[in-house]
């Protein structure tokens, strides 16, 4: 079974442009989350999608956002960059069917910000 | 609110050396617990989990922790480290009943082993 997919892996991008990070589940999870790691404030929750609607939340500025395919694949794009927005961006999919289950995680994308 | 309390940044061991790893939480409802490894430029992988029932959890590559309700601890421990347990270990914490996905993560600590 293939694990979780996330392309590409390296960006570099610029101050004020904007940004999409793609990332394809497991086959037959539902739930893809993404995450922000840097060295300052390490792994921080983004937001989960289940089936397509965004389900959690966390406290990251409007800029940030994404979305989920039918087909359970999800993007995030960051939008007017800013230099603390490089890090290495994590997504993990799962069931989504229960808080007891296991998250997998991608490699991820490191994203740099000049 | 929850938070997670990892103390130190970076520990060293000689190899065959017990490895400690201390995790302490907050967290204003019962909740579930992890540990996860993160290798040089790779994703995070799941050692082990505490959701309910056995306080002492059985990880992945002989790991184990135990979760201290009276002393809000989930430290991680294994008998012997290896060389390849050299890594970046992350202790999380989900609430009870809430979104396995959103996990609050503690700093983490940078494991190295020394041969």
């Known amino acids: 079974k293939a694990g979780v997919t996330q392309t590409p892996r390296y960006l570099i991008k610029t101050r004020g442009q904007q940004v999409t990070l793609s990332c394809s589940p497991i086959?037959?999870?539902?739930?893809v989350s993404w995450y922000q790691q840097t060295p300052g404030q390490g792994l921080q929750f983004l937001f989960e999608?289940?089936?397509?609607?965004?389900?959690n939340k966390g406290n990251f500025p409007g800029r940030f956002s994404g979305r989920q395919f039918s087909n359970s694949r999800s993007e995030m794009n960051v939008s007017t960059l800013e230099l603390g927005d490089s890090a290495l961006y994590l997504c993990?999919?799962?069931?989504?069917?229960?808080?007891?289950?296991?998250?997998?995680f991608g490699s991820g994308t490191q994203l740099s910000v000049l | 609110a929850q938070s997670v309390t990892q103390l130190g940044s970076h520990v060293s061991v000689s190899e065959g050396a017990l490895v400690l790893l201390r995790c302490n939480y907050s967290?204003?409802?019962?909740?579930?617990l992890f540990w996860y490894v993160q290798y040089p430029n790779q994703g995070l992988q799941l050692l082990l989990k505490?959701?309910?029932?056995?306080?002492l959890v059985k990880g992945i590559n002989g790991f184990e922790a135990e979760f201290k309700k009276s002393e809000t601890s989930f430290h991680l421990t294994k008998p012997s480290a290896h060389m390849s347990d050299a890594a970046e270990y992350f202790c999380?914490?989900?609430?009870?009943?809430?979104?396995?996905?959103?996990?609050?993560f503690g700093k983490g600590i940078t494991l190295s082993v020394r041969p």
């Open positions: 999608y289940f089936s397509e609607t965004q389900r």
């Open positions: 505490y959701t309910t029932g056995a306080t």
């Open positions: 967290s204003s409802v019962p909740p579930y």
């Open positions: 993990a999919s799962s069931s989504g069917e229960g808080a007891k289950e296991k998250l997998f």
């Open positions: 999380a914490v989900s609430p009870l009943g809430g979104a396995n996905s959103k996990l609050t």
């Open positions: 086959s037959g999870h539902r739930s």
